[in-house]
């Protein structure tokens, strides 16, 4: 059984370009969260999502900031515009369900880095 | 409101021997989960233990122990028989059961050195 699968693993862009980043979870997961790591900080919670809803998105930055998990496909994270401040390790986790015994299974992250 | 935190910024270890990273927390939640992770220098988050707030023995996993004292509210992970594999980044996080996402609140890391 594969892991959570992230892809890129790096990913360079200049400031007002688009960055999309992508989280497959593990077969059998329906639940996905993404965090922002930034440099020398702990994780912070960005959103959360089930297949096709955005359950709680009170950790994202309201402008350029944007997440799906679509019923087929991967969870997609998007950020437009972006400015060098986005400069960091973004982890995806699933979970089976969100009922809080179940334990998050963390992917490797995509660094993103902002010129 | 839920809160993590991780007093030491930097520890060092010699090999062999015994080592304790302090977390302590604060939740009103009745229910609740603590988690230590490992982060090497490569950037993955590797799970290594978890504490159930209802558990009433510490949890342990082979070379890692959590020393849970629910009263204090702390979380303190040890790692006996230290090797130099062990250098790396550790994070305690809590599951946020309050809102019901189930949401991790990390700490801000204690960066862990093992001495030759």
């Known amino acids: 059984n594969a892991g959570v699968m992230q892809n890129p693993r790096h990913l360079v862009r200049r400031r007002g370009q688009e960055a999309r980043l992508r989280c497959s979870p593990m077969?059998?997961?329906?639940?996905v969260y993404w965090y922002r790591q930034l440099p020398e900080e702990g994780l912070k919670f960005m959103v959360y999502?089930?297949?096709?809803?955005?359950?709680?998105e009170s950790g994202m930055p309201k402008e350029r900031f944007s997440a799906e998990f679509p019923k087929e496909g991967p969870s997609i994270l998007r950020i437009q515009q972006v400015v060098r401040g986005d400069s960091a390790a973004y982890f995806c986790?699933?979970?089976?369900?969100?009922?809080?015994?179940?334990?998050?299974?963390f992917g490797p992250g995509t660094r993103l880095t902002v010129l | 409101a839920q809160k993590i935190t991780q007093t030491q910024p930097g520890m060092f270890v010699q090999e062999k021997e015994a080592v304790t990273l302090d977390c302590t927390y604060d939740?009103?939640?009745?229910?609740?989960?603590l988690f230590w992770y490992k982060q090497p220098s490569s950037g993955e988050m590797i799970f290594l233990i978890y504490?159930?707030?209802?558990?009433?023995q510490n949890a342990t996993e082979g070379r890692y122990s959590l020393n849970f004292q629910k009263a204090r509210k702390s979380a303190n992970l040890v790692i006996s028989a230290s090797q130099l594999g062990d250098s790396a980044m550790y994070f305690c996080?809590?599951?946020?059961?309050?809102?019901?996402?189930?949401?991790?609140?990390f700490g801000t890391g204690t960066r862990l050195k093992v001495l030759a």
């Open positions: 996080a809590m599951r946020d059961g309050t809102s019901g996402t189930y949401k991790y609140i």
């Open positions: 939740t009103s939640d009745q229910s609740y989960g």
């Open positions: 999502l089930q297949k096709e809803n955005i359950i709680d």
């Open positions: 077969k059998g997961h329906s639940h």
């Open positions: 504490q159930g707030s209802y558990d009433e």
């Open positions: 986790a699933s979970s089976p369900s969100g009922e809080g015994h179940n334990e998050q299974f």
